[in-house]
T-cell receptor
């Protein structure tokens, strides 16, 4: 799972996009944010191309899934409260109930909004 | 979605075994129990998962209670490199995208 950029500094009100791509043909992809000393919070997820849904903390973010490989995260109006580390993850869909695959994570994008 | 409860922190001495507990009393019959760990300044990485039987791999062992309401991740000989935050999370093939994490257990390994 490849995320870009690794580090991003911007100012309040700017529009920005963090990209995420995977070449493992995984149907499931997700975006998380992680604030200092805290666990991961689910922002948005997708179960396949053309399908996205909100997670725990979707406000201020948008996503799209036009292809299986790509799942970009967009901030339309960056705010200081969105300063965080963002992780993209992907997972194969099990074809059988007896098969269960792990989540694969990117290396993270550290975003600072001033 | 099943909720999990883990201790906030645990300590271990190097070379000693570590047992990290997780309670998941609302787990469904199709949920597998996954464990991930997050090293400092890195993304989470997969450790192990299982359904009912105990599981072993090169990183760790997973012991699952008979009623599946709890599990224990076992690191047989902790090293300094095992210092990380450990997360347990129930996952099945229908909620696979909507995977929510708790705050995990921060493991400190003392030399």
């Amino acid at each position: 799972v490849t995320q870009n950029p690794r580090y991003l500094i911007t100012v309040t009100g700017k529009k920005l996009t963090v990209t995420c791509s995977q070449n493992m043909n995984h149907e499931y992809m997700s975006w998380y944010r992680q604030d200092p000393g805290m666990g991961l919070k689910l922002i948005y997820y997708s179960v396949g191309a053309g399908i996205t849904d909100k997670g725990e903390v979707p406000n201020g973010y948008n996503v799209s899934r036009s292809t299986t490989e790509d799942f970009p995260l967009r901030l339309e109006l960056a705010a200081p409260s969105q300063t965080s580390v963002y992780f993209c993850a992907s997972r194969m869909r099990g074809q059988r109930s007896s098969y269960n695959s792990p989540l694969h994570f990117g290396n993270g994008t550290r975003l600072t909004v001033t | 979605d099943a909720k999990t409860t883990q201790p906030n922190s645990m300590e271990s001495n190097e070379e000693e075994p570590v047992h990290l507990p997780c309670n998941h009393s609302t787990i469904s019959g199709t949920d597998y129990i996954h464990w991930y760990r997050q090293l400092p300044s890195q993304g989470p990485e997969y450790v192990i998962h299982g359904l009912t039987s105990n599981v072993n791999n090169r990183m760790a062992s997973l012991a699952i209670a008979e009623d599946r309401k709890s599990s224990t991740l076992i690191l047989h000989r902790a090293t300094l490199r095992d210092a990380a935050v450990y997360y347990c999370i129930p996952l099945n093939n229908t909620n696979a995208g909507k995977s929510t994490f708790g705050d995990g257990t921060t493991l400190t390994v003392k030399p």
